[in-house]
């Protein structure tokens, strides 16, 4: 969210009931909370092709930079994408409080 400044991109934690909304609308089950899941007027995509769209959509160098992974076969990709997920809080660290309800950050969270 940080470095989206354009606030293109809206939230929806997937438990949620936005979320489970969104899932069963691209074809999804809406109890699969295995990935991140991009979802845009003309498709949807998951796991490190999510990340890789999203990335591409802020301000440089980030855009650059996922550009040139993409780059990459998908299956490294994805490896890379499940290591990272399932250790993200050891790699960097856990935040103290859920940016829900920050100030700055309520618009971008879609709740119903």
């Keep these: 969210m940080r ?3 354009e606030a293109q991109y809206r939230l929806a934690a997937l438990q949620s ?6 899932l069963v609308r691209v074809g999804r089950a809406p109890e699969d909370l295995s990935s991140i899941v ?3 007027q003309s498709g949807f995509w998951i796991k490190s ?6 990335a591409q959509g802020l301000p440089q160098p980030t855009a ?8 990459l076969p ?15 809080y050891a790699l960097f660290g ?3 409080a859920c940016r829900l309800d920050h100030p700055g950050y309520q618009d971008r969270f ?3």
């Design 17 to 22: 009931e936005a979320g489970r909304k969104l």
């Design 38 to 40: 991009l979802v845009t």
């Design 94 to 96: 856990q935040p103290d």
């Design 3 to 5: 470095l989206d400044t």
């Design 49 to 54: 092709e999510a990340i890789l769209r999203i």
């Design 64 to 71: 650059l930079a996922a550009t040139a992974i993409k780059a």
């Design 110 to 112: 879609l709740r119903k």
């Design 74 to 88: 998908i299956f490294i990709r994805d490896k890379a994408y499940d290591a990272v997920a399932g250790s993200r």
